[in-house]
């Protein structure tokens, strides 16, 4: 059924696209190739090159074979800071994906104020990384914060400064950025969405939440998968949201792995084992994607990835 | 592919200047220089005014400058050394910082610069030098002002649980309670900062084991930081923290913000280890704490039964500039012009003095007499002059690959999920080599 609709809504764009793609345009891909192999491809070698080195960022790189991997992989911070890594990252995906979920459904009604309110939800994505996490530092702080302020005791705790809190507070602050986002990419699938099927279901006596249920949310399949791949490969990369709010304090608790990649690289001077860790976060990164795209996979994602 | 990699670069770029006022005039490129400093007043401006005196007095050689936020900039200044883009004036602590700068060959040997400028350096304090030397040639010329760490605390606070000033690490731990119960943090702490609770372990090591358990540790001695007074300063260190002789929250508080000295100027805390240059700040933003009198200050009291002179004393000896040897000799001219003639002249050494600072010129307790912070500068004076040893801040000190296991401990250590033990057994493991 979903193939059906999906292919059926656009038979005439996929034919003329064909042919326009007959014609051979892929030098359209040119620019964007060219981008990435500069500041894609080309760093990520030197980076692998780099890890076989020493190198303290302002000397001679001196090439040591695998001292930098073994000091990287013999480092008890490295499991560590996996774990934490992992933990962010379920965890802000469980946070997201029922609150994106919702608030997409939400905002994909007609209705004039959810467009009023929609805007006003974007409006996180809109601010940098470093000032939201100033923003909220300032807000949770224990002696001068927001719980200080208005004299409520349950909001003046070590917020910042209790590992297991700070994780939270990372988590929560994580998903405040980035639920708007997410939000918009389901309210534009939920949009797609025939309304023939809604009506249909009507017909048959299905309420709101059966229909959510039974039409929404399978309906959003690929579209969950596709953001939750952009959530779980993007949490990897969660550096300056956290560097700011917490430096991974309180002590290592909230040191992701490319905090520690920063911090061994830049504030250690020791390149080679940065590097390293630059190489296992590609890794990960890339063994997450394809992840996801194995659970999304199948036959009838390649042919609905088509008809989309 | 190249996602994880691209974010993480571009986060790193993000910690830009925070203030960019080049000055400079495009009509004087060739032989203008360039001058990187540190943000935060009252420094920033006297720096700032310097440069400016400096440059409109030399039309033909002109300094553009910039200026970072301190954390920001120990980063900025190590990738701008390394991709060859360093300013010509490069600002730091010297040290193991210097040292590294100088294995890499990045930054010009003055040796005999100040053998032929010998009234550049006679002018100086003699002990500013140690920092700036490497293997016996100098690579900095100590600028600024030496900072010793003080143990300020709230007068007003203490008169209001009427408690007496610690002369005693007992003291203090018996201070402890009686805040905490007058709902008073003991301490005020910018714990996120880390190099914040070092200073706590600098001063323990010297009063319990002198400076030699220190210095036996920077010199590589196998398993000097097991030392059975390093554990003792350790534990005791630990004793402290889990007194409660910190502020709630202390670890997720940074020093950048000045967020540490507003606790002790605000009343939410009754004492403060920090640096001297807090004084110039507290005054600044305490309102009338400084002015009227409120604020208190010592050297850090004796630990009974320690080995440490209580005239010692730890922070930065100084302050130090060095010329990177990417600069074109132009460059380099006119940055030895500005360390003869712009750096230290008498307007920035009264704009130090005026701000509660000692620069480091040798007769400069002569113009304290007339200043309003006349009691405080006699103080760092004396502190700064009669200790018998003035040693500098150990992440300054250690090479920065050491600095950084080193802080990263502390940290856990005052988070108290690490033992004193484990303490020492990792730090052995970086400092033996």
Redesign the interface.
Known sequence: MTLASVGSARPAPSRSAQSVHGRSLGWLAVPALVF?TT???L??IG?LLLSFTTW?????VVPSGLTSWKAVLSDPQLPHAMWVTFQVAVLSWLFQTPMSILLGVFLAGAQKYRAFLAVLYFIPLLL???AIAITF?AL?????GLGTGLSLPFLSQ????E?KL?LGVVVFVVSWQFIPFHSLIYQGAVRQIPTSMYEAAQIDGAGRIRQFFSITLPQLKNTIITSSTLMV??S??F??LI?VL??G?????TRVL?LQ????G?????MGPASAL?VI??IV??LLALLFRRIGGGDKTASQLEGA | MGVPLAGALAACGSSGPSSSTASGSAGAAGSGASYWYLTGQPGEGIRKGTVDRFNAANAGTQIAQTAFQNDAYKTKIKTALGAGQAPTIIWGWGGGGLKSYVEASQVEDLTSWFGENAAVKDKLFPGSFGAATVDGKIYAMPCETVQPIVLYYNKSVFEKVGAQPPTSWDDIMALVPKFNDAGIAPFSLGGQSRWTNMMWLEFLFDRIGGPEVFQAAFDGEKDAWSNPDAITALTKMQDLIKANGFIKGFSSITADSNADQALLYTGKAAMMLHGAWTYGSMKNDGGDFVKGGHLGWMNFPPVAGGKGDPSNTVGNPGQYLSISSKATDAEKETAKKFFTTGVLDAPEVKAWIDTGSIPIVKGADSNIGTSEDAEWLKFVYGVSSNAKVFAQSWDQALPPSAAETLLDNIAKLFQLSITPEQFATNLNAVTNS
């Open positions: 990435f500041f894609g491809i760093p990520l980076v303290d960022g302002i000397g001679e940098s990384s470093a530092k949770l702080d224990p002696n001068f070590d917020w910042l400064g590992p700070a490969v993007g990897l990369t550096f300056d560097y917490t430096a304090g309180p002590g290592d608790a490319a990649m920063y911090i061994t830049f504030q250690g001077n020791l630059g976060l590609v990164g890339l």
